[in-house]
């Protein structure tokens, strides 16, 4: 059974920092490209920051200079080092795992919510 837990979302003023966590259990997780996406009320879901198999990153514009996305495959987990934090960040953050070959593997975490306010 695949899971992805997230931890470490919670209240930060602006301009503070807040790291989340993912552990990820059912899958070889190596081989997965590891992302992070958000959600704010009334909006869609957004990809925020991923990481391949090989560790090549991509960020969302909103997010670079900012947003750190990082691995450890020996504790199969992701985090998200999120510095000088905006008002606007504030979402529920979705740990998310893909892998595609002759097929796609798709799975997601619960969320963890994350609230920027002073």
């Known amino acids: 059974q695949v899971q992805l837990v997230e931890s470490g979302g919670g209240l930060v003023q602006p301009g503070g920092s807040l790291r989340v966590s993912c552990a990820a259990s059912g899958i070889t997780f190596r081989l997965y490209t590891m992302g992070w996406y958000r959600q704010a009320p009334g909006k869609q879901r957004e990809l925020v920051a991923s990481?391949?198999?090989?560790?090549?990153?991509n960020y969302a514009d909103s997010v670079k200079g900012r947003f750190t996305i990082s691995r450890d495959n020996a504790k199969n987990t992701v985090c998200l080092q999120m510095n000088n934090m905006k008002p606007a960040d504030t979402a529920v953050y979705y740990c998310n795992a893909e892998r595609r070959d002759s097929l796609v593997r798709n799975y997601w975490g619960q969320g963890t919510q994350v609230t920027v306010s002073a």
């Open positions: 990481i391949t198999a090989g560790s090549s990153t």
